[in-house]
């Protein structure tokens, strides 16, 4: 059974950082999986922020936030983590950490993505 939890939310001003981290279990060694934050602000549709592919390492960001979030991932600690830098009182949201697994690649799509945390709230404030 793969669980994921992400943590790390909390409330900044506009202009700080934060980071966010989603530990996945359950996976076996040699499993190709993709892991991907999404967000969803109050009274909107969830969308995807980021995704990485655990064989190679390939990113993919939307561009809302291509050059002020970073996504990685430690494999051996099985922890992706979301840099947040120059947050913007719109990047405020429930910030989900999903995964599924992949044979080709990890897609800013939710549908790829199988095991959903509880999500952690952002909140920027101006």
């Known amino acids: 059974q793969v669980q994921v939890m992400e943590s790390g939310g909390g409330s900044v001003q506009a202009g700080g950082s934060l980071r966010l981290s989603c530990v996945v279990s359950?996976?076996?060694?040699?499993?190709?999986?993709?892991m991907g934050w999404f967000r969803q602000a109050p009274g909107k549709e969830r969308e995807g922020v980021a995704t990485?592919?655990?064989?190679?390492?390939?990113?993919r960001y939307a561009d809302s936030v291509k050059g002020r979030f970073t996504i990685s991932l430690d494999s051996s600690a099985s922890t992706a983590y979301l840099q947040m830098g120059s947050l913007k009182p719109e990047d405020t949201a429930m910030y989900y950490c999903?995964?599924?697994?992949?044979?080709?690649?990890?897609?800013?799509?939710?549908?790829?993505?199988?095991?959903w945390g509880k999500g952690t709230l952002v909140t920027i404030s101006s």
């Open positions: 359950g996976y076996g060694p040699s499993t190709r999986y993709c």
């Open positions: 999903a995964s599924g697994w992949s044979g080709a690649g990890c897609l800013l799509d939710q549908n790829i993505m199988a095991y």
């Open positions: 990485i592919y655990s064989r190679d390492g390939s990113t």
